[in-house]
């Protein structure tokens, strides 16, 4: 079952320089930096009441990020909802006929569980599972 919005992911060139704005610009702050190695990005996670803000930087050019970047430029990548059944929400999306890009969950930042659905089955919205351990 999704319990909530778990956090936005936004693709971002540069940590470095995104962390700036959202603490100095926006009053944020920075609770946790972490490289993700399976999707090659370094993160960074800013709360926003019960929602998080994840900002993700390649660390590959041939990362997801990396690609996101060089078609879209920096921005919203995806919604991530929370689920505390990882594997029941994968096979509902699938009976519904969504297209899963991980049929299996794989290892995500802050020591999660996550899997990703395509946008093309999601009305142009690249969404994410994920379940805390």
Known sequence: MITNIDHIGIAVKSLEESIKYYETALG???HGQETVESQKVKTAFFAAGEVHIELLEPTSPD???????EK???G???IALAT???EGQLK????????LIHEVPIDGAGDKLVAF???KSTHGV????????
């Open 63 to 69: 990362s997801p990020i990396a690609k996101f970047l």
């Open 92 to 99: 509902k999306a699938a009976d519904a006929g969504v297209r």
């Open 84 to 86: 505390d059944g990882i």
């Open 76 to 78: 919203i990548h995806h």
């Open 72 to 74: 879209n430029g920096e």
């Open 117 to 119: 659905l395509h946008p």
């Open 28 to 30: 944020l702050h920075c």
């Open 126 to 133: 690249l969404t994410e599972f994920c379940q805390a351990r």
